[in-house]
């Protein structure tokens, strides 16, 4: 079973509040839309990674069925989030899809695409020859990540493994809308 673990312990600062509590245009916020969709693209379970400065208000926004990870270290960068989450997913988890709060608009077809990609592989969506999120990856390299080195994040991962990695190709160019700045936040709401 492939669980969705979303992104969202970082501290916001572009943006100015905590991107998981901002609303998509049908009103939703972020996380609870990110659930639905990886409920609706087959994931099994949800674990939201969550730290401060926010932490407490995501967590009391948490989507039913969906549970928190704390990332008491969150300004490590990204990787320190995809490291405490791993940590939280039950034994049962046969991989994890690594999900940045900040991308909130994937449809459930592409998260089933990357469910349904070759098993074993890490896989990267693609839209117009750019990788994107949210990744998939498999539980056989779980412990690689919690030793590898937060500067060079997951990506030092996908290089070590290049004969691993399934470059996806999706029509979904939300894999790449990344809503870091109140300008981006304004582009999707028109």
């Not at 916001?12 to 939703?28: C, N, Q, V």
């Not at 991962?157 to 996806?168: F, G, I, S, T």
């Not at 894999?175 to 870091?180: F, S």
Request: net charge positive; glycine share 10%; proline share 7%.
């Amino acid at each position: 079973m492939i669980w969705a673990l979303v992104l969202a312990a970082g501290a916001s600062t572009r943006m100015g509040e905590a991107k998981a509590l901002l609303r998509t245009r049908d009103g939703r916020r972020f996380v609870e839309a990110i659930a639905a969709t990886a409920r609706a693209g087959g994931c099994g379970g949800i674990v939201v990674v969550v730290g401060p400065p926010h932490g407490e208000a995501i967590r009391g926004a948490l989507p039913t069925g969906a549970s928190a990870a704390w990332n008491p270290r969150p300004d490590r960068g990204m990787l320190s989030s995809v490291q405490a989450g791993l940590t939280a997913l039950p034994a049962g988890a046969s991989a994890a899809l690594v999900w940045p709060v900040d991308i909130p608009y994937v449809a459930a077809t592409t998260v089933r695409a990357i469910l349904d990609a070759a098993p074993g592989r890490i896989v990267v969506p693609v839209h117009n020859k750019r990788g994107g999120h949210p990744l998939r990856i498999p539980r056989r390299w779980f412990g690689e990540i919690a030793a590898l080195d937060p500067e060079r994040g997951l990506k030092a991962l996908l290089e070590a493994h290049v004969a691993d990695v399934e470059r996806l190709s999706v029509a979904d160019k939300a894999v790449l809308v990344d809503v870091d700045t109140p300008e981006d936040y304004a582009r999707t709401r028109d």
